[in-house]
């Protein structure tokens, strides 16, 4: 468990971060690696702490603390220190298939539960993982591998998300074919159109899209199931369907003037900003642009932290971020202690930019929209805010008139988009997600599975992996009445 000694002798030490004004004349990543001798440091800094809560993904007080994926952290963290880095990937690859993309975009629920941080600074757990892969791929060592055998068994893999693609992965090792349907033009789900390339460079997921698809995993995009091919078209052709589409119907405003242009779900305006990023360099007019206009973010998650970034780097005038819940607090409070996941206040990078800009954190805390104003072609002029008590009822005569020309709602998702589960006369919970057997990832139709947001709800990257994995072997155990996944 690395170095004895080494959480005393070595301060914690994070990837570099290029400066917010700097950063913000571009969209690409902006965390340049440490040297693997500094990374062989952070990884002695993993003390023999006996319980490792780091890897153990166990529910407390309603909230996840460690890896849900069971990362052999204390392992490779050791190997890392040892200089073994290909061992180190060995084990990090048993346990998360992904390890580039949860590097780089996962909150890092074990940092939180390292023993480090009781009384000091937690391990780079996260960016010691990123090391190890990103080592491999530099080195030559993630070659396409394909299975030796085939099965027989032919499964098809309805959306391209994380838990799609993980899904996808482990049944191909397994020997079966997998095809993967995409609606969209480009496989990825929202790894590919919901995450801003400055968080997660496209060519880091087309990298591996490549690599599954030299291993034998077939990609169609542009097939909306549900749409374009039927549900009793896929259970036909196919032993097995699981169903990977996410929990994309988001949540609107109910507000008078909603209908006004210039109002968009955040997801969706991500999603053709990269778009127009990967085809044509942001042409002017092939996406919808925040520059020079006043700009109102409904939601203060990491989703409305990605819109603040994005239209920092559009060049938009102004950015504010609503958010419904008071500010969180800055340090842990006794209710809430380690190894808990810590409720704290959190400035992400959006809105680092954003001070930087402008002087000023984005967020507005306690508040919500209460109307849309529009002007005389129908385009939003401003927007009417107003206070929230605490009982989140709008408390009279707070209300302020806000100059605003695009609104961005980004306020969460009310569960999967109901057409595909209903051309498969599935069962919706009433929370929107696809009905399962207790515990499980079947659906009532013999043969047909379900992982991810859709079967869980709205998540974590690293929760749809786990499920992608665990819908996996499910399915496996289907086909062949046994599973060694």
Known sequence: MGKPTGFMEYQRQGNPSQ?????????????????REERRRQGARCMECGVPFCQSGAVLNGMVSGCPLHNLIPEWNDLIYTGNFTHALERLLKTNNFPEFTGRVCPALCEAACTCGLHGDPVTVKENELGIIEDAWDKGLMAPRPPKARTGKQVAVVGSGPAGL?????????????????????????????????????S???RRLDKMAAEGVLFRTGVDVGKDVTAAELRQNYDAVVLCCGAAQPRDLAVSGRELEGVWFAVDFLKETTRALLDNGLAEGSYPSAKGKQVIIVGGGDTGNDCVGTCIRHGCQSVLQLEMMPKAPDRRTETNPWPEWPRVCKTDYGQEEAIALYGRDPRVYETTVAELIGDE????????????????????????VLECQLLLIAAGFLGAQAYVPQSFGLTLTD????????????TDLPGVFAAGDMRRGQSLVVWAIQEGRQAARATDQYLMGYTNL
């Open 19 to 35: 400066a917010p004004l700097e950063r913000i004349k571009h969209y690409n990543e902006f965390h340049p690696r440490l040297s």
């Open 166 to 202: 993980a899904c996808a992965d482990q049944l191909n090792r397994r020997g079966h074919t997998v095809t993967v349907f995409e609606r969209e033009d480009r496989p990825g789900g929202l790894l590919m159109y919901g995450i801003p390339n400055m968080k997660l460079e496209k």
């Open 204 to 206: 880091i997921v087309q």
């Open 377 to 400: 072609q129908g385009k939003l002029a401003a927007v009417k805010t107003v206070r929230l008590g605490p009982d989140h009822q709008p408390i009279p005569g707070t209300e302020e």
């Open 431 to 442: 929370r929107g997600r696809v009905q399962t057997e207790d515990g499980g990832y079947a």
